[in-house]
Structures are given as C-alpha cells and as structure tokens.
Nanobody, 122 residues
Framework: QVQLVESGGGLVQAGDSLRLSCAASGRAVSTYNMGWFRQAPGKEREFVAA????????YNVDAVKGRFTISRDNAKNTVYLQMNSLKPEDTAVYIC???????????????WGQGTQVTVSS
C-alpha cells in the first residue's frame, strides 16, 4: 500500500509559477512510477505528467506545452511538478498518482492522493 500527500497548491495570477509536491510513503515506494493528473470542474481527469522510478518522463504535451517539469527525489520519496507560465485554463485539482505502470490513462496507476487545488486568475 502507498499513501500520497500533495501540497503546494494555491491561488496565483496568470504568468506566475507554482511547485507542487507529493510525498509518498509505503513499502518500496521508491521503485514505483509516479505522476500527476488534474481535474477541472465539470471535466474529466486529465493526465499531466509522469516519471518512472528510473527517472524517465512522460508529458501530456498538449496540456503543458513545455511549461511544466516533473521530477523526483527518491531519497525523500517525493515527486514535484514545477509549473511555469500558468494560465487560467490550468485551474484544477492536481492529483498525485503512483503505480507499477506508467501511461496516459488512470488505469495505468494504482494509488491516488486527495489532490491540491490550483487556481489561476486572469
């Protein structure tokens, strides 16, 4: 079992930056792939980015267009999402996920956090 706790969300203005963190705990968590999804009101949950336990990354290019960077610190069992040049359309609950697989679909992951709200004002 893996527990995920997100932090770092907040209210920012368009063009600002935020860094989200997700602290993982549980057995062998450093060997799990980790990622971020987001869900805006009235919309389906959307893949944002993922990082393999070895460090390889996958991005939803259409959603982040080079503005977001995912990274991890295995010593701290923490994954980060650096978000730059934020836009109002980035407003959503950002949810950390983890699992043995990695991909663009929710079914590729096994564990989910509660999410952290990011609101970008224009």
């Amino acid at each position: 079992q893996v527990q995920l706790v997100e932090s770092g969300g907040g209210l920012v203005q368009a063009g600002d930056s935020l860094r989200l963190s997700c602290a993982a705990s549980g057995r062998a968590v450093s060997t799990y792939n980790m990622g971020w999804f987001r869900q805006a009101p009235g919309k389906e949950r959307e893949f944002v980015a993922a990082i393999r336990w070895s460090g390889g990354t996958v991005y939803n290019v259409d959603a982040v267009k080079g503005r977001f960077t995912i990274s991890r610190d295995n010593a701290k069992n923490t994954v980060y999402l650096q978000m730059n040049s934020l836009k109002p359309e980035d407003t959503a609950v950002y949810i950390c996920t983890s699992g043995r697989g990695v991909g663009l679909n929710m079914g590729d992951y096994d564990y989910w956090g509660q999410g952290t709200q990011v609101t970008v004002s224009s």
